[in-house]
């Protein structure tokens, strides 16, 4: 199993605002497996984490190919836009079971 971890910077006095987008965008495309998203209650402001469960790297780069693909996503960066600045990152971790 593959984790991937997502780090954003929010625009300040927009972290719950760009977590809601996320999980509406997550609702809209049924993703699969687990999702999570995570704000800090303590710890850095203005930051937001999401963690998407993967069966294995294969199914991750097919699954981003298509979420990049998709007719909404321009609509989807400029509502991002509006709620992030640049900055934060991503890891991929593998589950050891």
Known sequence: MIIERRTYRA????????ADFVKEVWEQI?????F????PITGPDDVIYHELE???FEERQ????AFFARPEMPGWVEKW???TTSGGGRELLRLVE
């Open 30 to 34: 049924e993703f699969p497996h687990t």
């Open 36 to 39: 999570r998203i995570y704000v």
């Open 11 to 18: 625009k300040s006095f927009c972290e719950q605002a760009a």
């Open 62 to 65: 097919t699954f981003w190919a």
């Open 54 to 56: 993967f069966e294995d």
């Open 81 to 83: 836009k509006e709620l």
